[in-house]
């Protein structure tokens, strides 16, 4: 139970509890953090995909240049064919003398002067001296060849021309053919410039994914910390603070735990605490104030019956009656008042704790004595009591056990129809750590709408019967550290168990 708070306290707490910040201070912080998180992660996930594109972009357009390139190379290699053919071509014919060849001799100076127009277009312009240089030395040869060679086979002076002209010959074949080459070695300049480009693009792709994957793995591990000190924490203290105010611990408070929502949450948990503290007062003084009423109400209940009827045989009894007859109103008289006092004790014992004088009993002895007196005072009403109790050791109260135990028989013969056994059990139940005793009757049972009222001060299913013997009982079990219950029995009947715990349990009061 948390301490009394008076109005002054719970004034002060209402002033002291939540701690107002501006609005636009407290509101959204963590929503900027989530925000701001989430920008740096998108950031950098953003500029890597840019940044790749732009990679995978280079590595594109130099392997397109590369296969452009590899078709540059090609045609620079047939160029350099066509001319070196057009050379065998002719020495062919120059020594065959004859011109056996000339019906593939001009395919080649036509793919000679072809390709290198076809170069044209694809090598750069610092290039195009050699192609034209290929184009003169090709048509030069060509023109040495028919002007002067062709004409002269067959001629005596043959001999002498081919001598005249081979050198020329030789020098116009070779420039043409090393600048084809040239060409050929320029293209693949190229291309290995792009190859090597491409492969730059590349490793600058992985360098790039790699950075970028480990930086958002950073961005994300930062701010999952950053985030996870900003809410569990916090969350933990919130939690830790509810499991105390579902306790009705609401004297402690929250306090600072953070910023923003969760503070503000916070501070609304204080202000809660702070009305439920006070709420709780108003309660308990309301249930304070109701229970005095019940007690009072069942108290005037029950001592009004009695009362009436002593005031009621007061007022007919008169001198000039028989002495028979007076006696007979005095022993009603004596036997009303005696339920009363019967109610002032029941009352006083479930009203007014008082500590247990443990010592160390013999339950099932306790037991026996109990069902003895009780039948012997003639309680009993002819009624058969049995009892079959195991014997057991307990450290308990023999004086406010035996005080359960009559009342328990007492409202076992309330209960049963005349005539009818009522049997009394004791047992050891290891398992549940229990002496378990028993008393049961052959009554019309507890109906289920009853049996979570039974043990309630003031109520009763007996006429003339207090309403305190079965709520004594229950107070006195508690006090021992066990539980009362109440259930049916497979006939008619009901079941009335005590449990006692079998260790030595510490002194307590009686629950009231």
């Known amino acids: 139970m948390s301490p009394t708070v008076t109005e002054s306290d719970t004034s002060a707490g209402r002033a002291e509890g939540p701690?107002?910040?501006?609005?636009?201070?407290?509101?959204?912080?963590?929503?900027?953090?989530?925000a701001a998180g989430f920008a740096a992660v998108s950031f950098v996930a953003l500029a890597m995909c840019l940044v790749l594109e732009a990679l995978l972009g280079t590595v594109e357009r130099s392997v397109g240049e590369m296969q452009y390139g590899e078709a540059t190379i090609q045609e620079g290699l047939a160029?350099?064919?066509?001319?070196?053919?057009?050379?065998i071509h002719q020495a062919h014919m120059l020594i065959e003398q004859g011109d056996g060849h000339m019906?593939?001799?001009?395919?080649?100076?036509e793919r000679v002067q072809s390709g290198a127009q076809a170069l044209r277009a694809r090598l750069p312009a610092s290039e195009h001296w050699r192609i034209d240089a290929v184009i003169k030395d090709s048509s030069a040869l060509d023109s040495l060849f028919r002007g002067e060679l062709l004409p002269a086979i067959g001629?005596?002076?043959?001999?002498?021309?081919?001598?005249?002209?081979?050198?020329?010959?030789?020098?116009?074949?070779?420039?043409?053919?090393?600048n084809a080459d040239s060409l050929a070695r320029s293209a693949e300049a190229g291309m290995a410039h792009e190859h090597h480009r491409a492969i730059r693009a590349s490793r600058w792709g992985l360098l790039t994914g790699a950075g970028g994957m480990l930086s958002v793995v950073l961005l994300s591990v930062l701010y999952t910390a950053r985030l996870r000190r900003s809410l569990l924490t916090p969350l933990a203290s919130l939690v830790a603070a509810a499991g105390r105010f579902g306790q009705g611990e609401f004297s402690t408070r929250v306090g600072r735990i953070g910023e923003g929502e969760l503070q503000a949450v916070a501070d609304a948990c204080d202000h809660m605490a702070v009305e439920l503290q006070a709420r709780e007062q108003r309660l308990l003084a309301a249930e304070r104030m109701a229970v005095?009423?019940?007690?009072?109400a069942?108290?005037?209940?029950e001592l009004n019956n009695p009362i009436g009827v002593i005031r009621g045989y007061l007022k007919t009894m008169k001198p000039t009656?028989?002495?028979d007859m007076l006696k007979e109103e005095l022993q009603i008289l004596d036997e009303e008042a005696a339920a009363c006092q019967r109610i002032a004790e029941d009352l006083l014992a479930f009203a007014a704790p008082k500590g247990l004088n443990r010592e160390r009993t013999r339950v099932d002895e306790l037991l026996g004595s109990a069902v003895h007196r009780f039948v012997d005072s003639g309680e009993a009403q002819g009624r058969q009591i049995s009892v079959a109790a195991v014997p057991s050791e307990l450290l308990a109260d023999a004086g406010r056990l035996r005080q359960v135990i009559l009342n328990l028989l007492r409202n076992a013969v309330q209960a049963s129809p005349a005539g009818s056994p009522i049997e009394v059990t004791g047992e050891v139940v290891p398992e549940q750590g229990s002496y378990i005793l028993s008393v049961a009757d052959r009554g019309p049972g507890v109906r289920d709408v009853d049996k979570p009222r039974i043990f309630e001060p003031f109520f009763s299913m007996h006429v003339g019967g207090s309403g305190l013997g079965l709520a004594v009982c229950h107070g006195i079990i508690v006090a021992h550290g066990g539980r009362i219950t109440v259930k049916d029995r497979s006939g008619p009947g009901a079941v009335l168990s005590v449990y006692l715990p079998l260790g030595v349990a510490k002194e307590s009061r009686l629950a009231s």
């Open 19 to 34: 701690r107002h910040q501006p609005k636009n201070a407290r509101s959204g912080v963590l929503s900027r953090r989530l």
């Open 79 to 87: 160029l350099a064919t066509a001319a070196r053919e057009q050379y």
């Open 103 to 109: 019906d593939h001799y001009p395919r080649w100076v």
């Open 155 to 178: 001629r005596p002076d043959f001999a002498l021309v081919v001598r005249q002209n081979h050198e020329e010959l030789e020098r116009l074949s070779a420039s043409a053919v090393a």
């Open 292 to 296: 005095i009423g019940q007690f009072a």
């Open 298 to 301: 069942g108290i005037a209940h």
């Open 321 to 323: 009656q028989p002495v």
